[in-house]
């Protein structure tokens, strides 16, 4: 079984883009709902564990980890904190391979040792491979040996180019042709017996720069909070001295119809986490705040990832619909789902 993880890759601008991806275009399947926060970090420990957030614990793209009073942001994470205290929970990859199958990673080397591997992809063969060649010529080198196989791959750069120049450019659509190839690739080497799924994290949306709201720069929404974390479509607000009605209802004031504002305890009622264990209740915001349509909650301490044009993280269509496409090795075109 080959599972591929397209980082980036939303159902609506698969569908808007099928001519540039042929090979996606031809395997059988549909949408699903990517985990909120859709956000990297939390899509990965979501496939990784086969939970949500709420039992996983990466509840965004950063978040405050309470034992240490530290800000985790998961994508950059070295050593520390520890990934299994972070997230004990036993991972897909380790319960695979328990049962005697050979489980085996092909993603960028640098991320081997990283803190999010380590705290949700633990328990593969991890091989470290750039472009699509080095993962096809692996996966052969896999197929050729006996055995049942588990392969997840994993494909980096349609997100970083849309988050560069955004998913209504011609430049993502070029990546979305580079990552069809690599699907080609994939296709090409099922044989009877195989199965090869294809998905995503999350996907994307465009923020132009007039919907962006700096929150430094926003009258009322400092008072009585200590920091904020997430991301520009999502933010997590902690609050002195714990949740507060003035501060919720100040930033419901100020954001108005821009951004949901939730308590934390509405986020865990509405189930947005999944089940929420209550030892990791506290890693979730005070408030939580998740920008409607294309707009954009950037500040000044996270300045680079809030000058960037295409965000996720939040609840619209673009970013939570996500592909789950099916292809067997006895028959890789069973039907396309473009029809």
């Known amino acids: 079984?080959?599972?591929?993880?397209?980082?980036?890759?939303?159902?609506?601008?698969?569908?808007?883009?099928?001519?540039?991806a042929p090979h996606l275009a031809s395997i059988a399947g549909g949408s699903i709902d990517a985990?909120?926060?859709?956000?990297?970090?939390?899509?990965l420990a979501s496939l990784g564990t086969g939970l949500l957030a709420g039992e996983h614990g990466l509840v965004g793209a950063s978040f405050e980890y309470p034992e240490t009073g530290e800000i985790l942001a998961p994508l950059q994470w070295g050593r520390h904190p520890t990934p299994m205290a972070v997230q004990p929970e036993p991972t897909v990859f380790e319960r695979v391979a328990a049962a005697g199958v050979r489980v085996t990673s092909l993603s960028p080397a640098a991320y081997a040792h990283s803190g999010l591997t380590r705290a949700v992809l633990r328990g593969s063969d991890y091989r470290g491979v750039e472009d699509a060649p080095e993962r096809l010529a692996l996966l052969r080198e896999l197929h050729a040996q006996p055995g049942p196989g588990y392969t997840?791959?994993?494909?980096?750069?349609?997100d970083r180019i849309g988050h560069e120049f955004g998913v209504a450019s011609p430049d993502w659509r070029a990546a979305l042709r580079r990552a069809d190839d690599l699907v080609g690739g994939l296709l090409r080497g099922l044989v009877p017996g195989d199965l090869l799924?294809?998905?995503a994290d999350h996907g994307m949306v465009d923020c132009p720069t007039d919907r962006r709201i700096l929150l430094e720069d926003q009258p009322g929404l400092q008072a009585g909070v200590r920091r904020w974390a997430g991301e520009p479509r999502v933010r997590h607000v902690y609050v002195e001295g714990g949740a507060s009605a003035d501060v919720l209802d100040a930033w419901r004031e100020v954001l108005a119809d821009r951004a949901h504002v939730m308590a934390r305890d509405d986020v865990i009622e509405r189930g947005l986490l999944g089940p929420v264990d209550p030892l990791l209740a506290d890693r979730i915001g005070d408030i939580v705040v998740v920008a409607r349509e294309d707009w954009m909650l950037a500040s000044r301490v996270d300045a680079t990832v809030s000058s960037l044009i295409g965000q996720h993280g939040g609840l619209t269509p673009d970013e939570i619909l996500v592909p789950a496409l099916v292809a067997r090795g006895e028959d890789v075109r069973m039907g396309p789902w473009r029809s």
């Open 1 to 20: 079984m080959v599972v591929c993880l397209i980082d980036g890759l939303g159902w609506q601008s698969l569908r808007e883009h099928l001519p540039d």
């Open 152 to 158: 997840y791959v994993y494909w980096p750069e349609l």
């Open 197 to 199: 799924v294809v998905t």
């Open 35 to 43: 985990p909120f926060p859709s956000t990297t970090p939390v899509g």
